[in-house]
């Protein structure tokens, strides 16, 4: 309900302004009672929800003066362990609460962020090791955070001002909208940080911080393994027009699928073979089949709910196109997955979240809604001019970015004049967090265990 809610607010003007005039408000209060990080949240929840034009200079200057009085001396940014943000926000409510959920996990589990439900040694919850601290040269260790939430409980459960002096950090957020005050708790002239953003607005917004948050073009999507998503075998016809891998939730906006599917049938007389693959969300299953009666297309479909990573891989790679209509979501994979199983995606047009770019002539289509209809016609009519797989093994998948953050960290470190001797192992989202190389997570327990004496105490 609260992410329908979000969207009747991106649509309404008339609940925009009492939104911004509220939060405005809450952000004064803040200040008033010396709560800087709430302060600056709200107000970077007003510029991420409104955009740059309706927030105003006016809020820019109050959001820069509390960053600059709480984490500058003068010009110059404060070391980490002094960042006034990330001191009141570990105080907080909030983050006594994250300390508190973590603190009834194993100190196995807590040094990793992973929350114990199942039995899988691979999974390496939300945390992982990509690079051992020397100790003897003093030569810095890496770190990888996925997604936002994690982002918000690193800062809550580790000392980053410890941290500052034995690691890099990569954030890998699984949102859109960069304005959010989780990324100020990591702001420090000794602590380095890799921002993953692949959408560009985002990129271009950390870049403007001028701090030492540094943004690269490498999302959760680009982490895939070329090796799990093969295409379909030569010669072998699909058996699916087209598949959507979409949890049940009416943001995913199933329905404008459906509904260009309807239209190809009444106008083209095509009768669309399609597959959806989801799970429960803010919708169930029942629902789904319900629209799918609605439109008269139950007999042209098959649904998958909650199968393996494994049969997704499959029957994507059995399709001959892959659709992502969500209109803002930070953290899409799916698309990154058909384009390695040689299927060609359609994306809307507008689409809030993922790298536009992506979406080219090698690898698939841009649409609105009015154009799906023909988007799909065209691409099930001219499958030769698509080569999805061939670009994506060149440009994205977890070879690839992990050269570029390798590459980046390098760079970094040869900035400070500081060594880089080792480079980070390889990681990929297969879908949670893991090593590339099988068993390669017992070579780092040591450094893991060294990574629980930097947990901040639980109040």
């Known amino acids: 309900m609260s992410e329908w809610l979000k969207e009747q607010f991106y649509a309404s003007r008339a609940l925009q302004y009492p939104y911004r005039s509220w939060m405005d408000i809450q952000s004064r209060v803040a200040e008033f009672r010396s709560r800087p990080f709430a302060a600056a949240s709200r107000l970077l929840q007003i510029w991420r929800q409104m955009g740059t034009d309706d927030f105003g200079s006016e809020r820019a200057a109050r959001l820069m003066k509390v960053v600059r009085e709480h984490c500058y001396d003068r010009d110059k940014l404060l070391p980490a362990a002094e960042n006034g943000l990330r001191l009141d926000f570990i105080h907080s409510r909030q983050a006594k609460e994250i300390r508190k959920v973590f603190a009834a996990f194993s100190l196995e589990d807590r040094a990793r962020l992973r929350f114990p439900n199942d039995e899988d040694p691979e999974r390496q919850g939300d945390l992982i090791v990509l690079k051992s601290f020397d100790a003897k040269s003093g030569e810095r260790g890496v770190l990888l955070i996925k997604y936002s939430e994690a982002i918000l409980a690193m800062a809550a459960v580790y000392d980053l001002g410890a941290l500052a002096s034995r690691y890099l950090l990569v954030l890998e957020p699984s949102q859109w909208g960069y304005q959010d005050a989780r990324f100020l708790n990591y702001l420090g002239c000794d602590?380095?940080?890799?921002?993953?953003?692949?959408?560009?607005?985002?990129?271009?917004?950390?870049?403007?911080?001028?701090?030492?948050?540094?943004?690269?073009?490498?999302?959760?999507?680009?982490?895939?393994?070329?090796?799990?998503?093969?295409?379909r075998a030569t010669g072998k016809p699909a058996s699916c027009d087209v598949v959507m891998v979409a949890a049940w939730d009416p943001l995913k906006r199933h329905e404008v699928f459906f509904a260009a599917a309807a239209?190809?049938?009444?106008?083209?007389?095509?009768?669309?073979?399609?597959?959806?693959?989801?799970?429960?969300?803010?919708?169930?299953r029942a629902q789904i089949e319900q629209l799918l009666r609605q439109y008269s297309l139950e007999d042209q479909c098959e649904i998958f709910e909650n199968i393996p990573h494994a049969q997704v891989a499959r029957i994507v790679a059995d399709s001959k196109v892959s659709?992502?209509?969500?209109?803002?979501?930070?953290s899409n994979k799916s698309i990154y997955e058909s384009m390695f199983c040689g299927t060609p995606v359609i994306v809307y047009r507008r689409q809030c979240g993922i790298n536009l770019a992506h979406i080219n002539p090698r690898t698939g289509l841009l649409a609105e809604d009015d154009e799906l209809a023909d988007a799909i016609r065209h691409v099930l009519t001219n499958p030769q001019e698509f080569d999805p797989r061939g670009w994506a093994m060149a440009n994205v998948g977890y070879p690839n970015s992990s050269r570029k953050i390798n590459?980046?960290?390098?760079?970094?470190?040869?900035a400070r004049a500081r060594p880089w001797t080792r480079d980070i192992v390889a990681k990929k989202n297969g879908p949670n967090l893991r090593y590339a190389e099988a068993g390669r997570y017992q070579e780092f327990a040591p450094e893991y265990e060294r990574l629980s004496e930097f947990l901040l105490p639980v109040d």
């Open 407 to 414: 590459a980046a960290l390098s760079n970094m470190s040869h």
């Open 263 to 284: 239209r190809l049938k009444r106008q083209h007389e095509q009768r669309l073979r399609f597959a959806l693959i989801g799970y429960d969300l803010g919708w169930t």
């Open 323 to 330: 659709l992502l209509l969500s209109q803002r979501e930070g």
């Open 191 to 231: 602590l380095e940080v890799l921002v993953g953003s692949p959408r560009r607005p985002d990129f271009e917004f950390i870049e403007s911080l001028r701090t030492n948050l540094v943004p690269i073009d490498v999302g959760s999507g680009d982490w895939g393994d070329p090796a799990l998503f093969l295409p």
